[in-house]
Structures are given as C-alpha cells and as structure tokens.
C-alpha cells in the first residue's frame, strides 16, 4: 500500500516555526524568517506606491520593528499578518510623509510668488538710496539743484534749466559732469558703489 503524501506546511506555519526557533534563541532562525517573508512584505510595500529606494527602507524598518517588538506577538502564527501590517502602516507613513515634505523647484516657487522685489532686496535699495541722498547733500547748492533737475527729467530742456540756476546754456553740461564726478568721489567715500 502506498503512502499519501504529505502535505507540505503552509507559508503560515513556516514563518511561525522559524519565528518559535528565533525567540528559543536561535539566531539563523530570523535569517530563514526573513529569507520566507521578505518577498511578500516586499509585494506588500510596493503596492503601496513607494520607489525602490523608499519600499527597501520600508521593509528593512519592518524587520527591525519586529526584532524590537517581537516579544509582544503571543501567537506564532499571527507573526506573517503583524509583519504585513507592520509594513502596510511603515509604507503608507511614509507616502504620507513624503507628500507633504516633497520639494519644489525653485521656478515652480517663483510663479507662485508675486512680482514684487524681495525684502532684502528692497533693504539694499533703502540703503543705496540713503547713502546717496547723504553724498548728494554734501555737494554744493547749485550741483544739487542741477542734478535734481537733470535726474528729475528724462530729456532735460537746458534752456529752462539755465534761466532757473541762472547759468549759461553751454555751461550745463560741463557743470553737470563735475557735480557728478564730486558726487562719484563722495559714493567712493561713504563705501557706496
């Protein structure tokens, strides 16, 4: 007479034996445990969206978990389920981190942002623009009235500028050019640019 054969134990009961021997202080044991249930953890973390990378941390984080907590599982053959679910939990913590914490381009950013300038850019300005109101008022009287006409125009008309500083029409330019250069000299002076 023949003998039937046997039935091979289930994933179930392999991973509880293995789990039995690791807690008996066998330490190959968690090596056979790990080798068993690794594949499945690994479908378990990959169908939750995550990259290699990420779903290689997630299942090294389970392991640890259960050799961290591996004494709170009183049945052996609940070990495979905790294991799955320990990743389950592991993996959606992580794309939920990873959502809120994923980084944006920089011109991604700027679209976003206002045209307006930035406030350190605007204290650079207020700075400049001290520092050259402070030059231009030690200047003399006249180079200040004669640079805030000019600069205050955009296409000065020298025949009205000289009748109001009463200088003559072809000094202007002339006169122009050395209040600038004294006011360059003052700018140098104070640490302008």
Not at 17 to 42: C, I, K, Q, T, Y
Not at 98 to 127: C, H, K, M, N, W
Not at 152 to 173: F, Q
Request: with cysteine.
């Amino acid at each position: 007479m023949s003998e039937l054969p046997t039935e091979s134990p289930s994933l179930w009961e392999t991973a509880a034996s293995h789990f039995d021997r690791w807690r008996a202080g066998e330490n190959a044991a968690l090596d056979d445990l790990v080798r068993l249930l690794s594949p499945m953890l690994w479908q378990v973390v990959r169908a939750s969206g995550l990259d290699h990378t990420t779903a290689e941390d997630v299942v090294q984080t389970t392991w640890l978990t259960l050799v961290r907590s591996g004494e709170s599982i009183s049945e052996s053959r609940a070990v495979a389920g905790w294991l799955c679910t320990t990743a389950r939990r592991e993996a959606w913590r992580v794309a939920k981190q990873s959502t809120r914490q994923r980084p944006v381009e920089d011109e991604t950013i700027a679209r976003r942002l206002p045209d307006e300038p930035a406030p350190e850019g605007q204290v650079v300005l207020d700075d400049d623009n001290a520092r050259l109101w402070g030059c231009l008022s030690r200047l003399s009287e006249r180079c200040q009235k004669l640079l805030r006409i000019v600069a205050a125009e955009s296409r000065p008309d020298y025949t009205v500028i000289a009748a109001s500083l009463g200088m003559p029409v072809g000094s202007i330019g002339p006169t122009r050019g050395r209040c600038l250069d004294k006011l360059r000299q003052e700018l140098v002076q104070a640490g302008g640019r």
